[in-house]
């Protein structure tokens, strides 16, 4: 009888982890995907926003499949578990504007160099960045306000800040800002 309980009790964990691990089939074009990034600038991303979720990207669907249209290096599409085991410890999360089709456009950002000043139509990009110039210019949707970069906790950070050419009243968007967007659910 232990044995069965036993084991009942891990077919139970197994599922709920399974459950847990992100089942691509729920989601679609348009979803913003968020993770804990092990990028080298993702604890300062965390300290200066006070969340963990240091890195975003859009979901694109290619035949089928789930791809992340992200911001790392370039711009750049990812398959999505591959973009999920590249996260700390896989944990992401997901927001969606509308459960009615959306189409990403993404062609033109492809390639597309990574931001690293923070700076909005520069022609390069950073991840929340991205996210928010989709939203805005394709589906006409403001997801959050840019805030000046000094409503960010900066302690620390200014070395870092004058080496990439940010200023402090600069305006960003963080992961964070669009994880908390009244737009997405």
Not at 4 to 29: D, R, T, V
Not at 125 to 146: A, H, R, T
Request: hydrophobic share 35%.
């Amino acid at each position: 009888m232990k044995k069965a309980i036993a084991i009942l009790l891990m077919l139970i964990a197994f599922g709920w982890l399974y459950s847990q691990s992100g089942n691509h089939s729920e989601l679609k074009e348009g979803d913003v995907v968020f993770q804990i990034s092990k990028s080298k600038q993702s604890p300062l991303i965390a300290a200066a926003t006070g969340s963990q979720w240091t890195h975003c990207g859009v979901i694109v669907m290619k035949k089928g499949e789930p791809y992340v249209l992200e911001a790392s290096s370039v711009v750049k599409l990812t398959p999505w578990e591959q973009w999920k085991r590249r996260g700390k410890g896989g944990i992401t999360s997901m927001k969606r504007y509308t459960d009615k089709p959306v189409k990403i456009r993404y062609s033109q950002y492809l390639g597309k160099p990574y931001d690293l000043a923070f700076k909005f139509d520069n022609g390069k990009w950073y991840c929340s960045e991205l996210v928010y110039d989709i939203y805005l210019k394709q589906l006409g949707v403001k997801l959050c306000e840019p805030r000046p970069i000094s409503d960010y906790h900066l302690v620390g950070m200014d070395k870092t800040m004058r080496r990439r050419g940010i200023s402090r009243d600069q305006l960003a968007v963080a992961p964070v800002d669009l994880f908390d967007s009244k737009q997405l659910r």
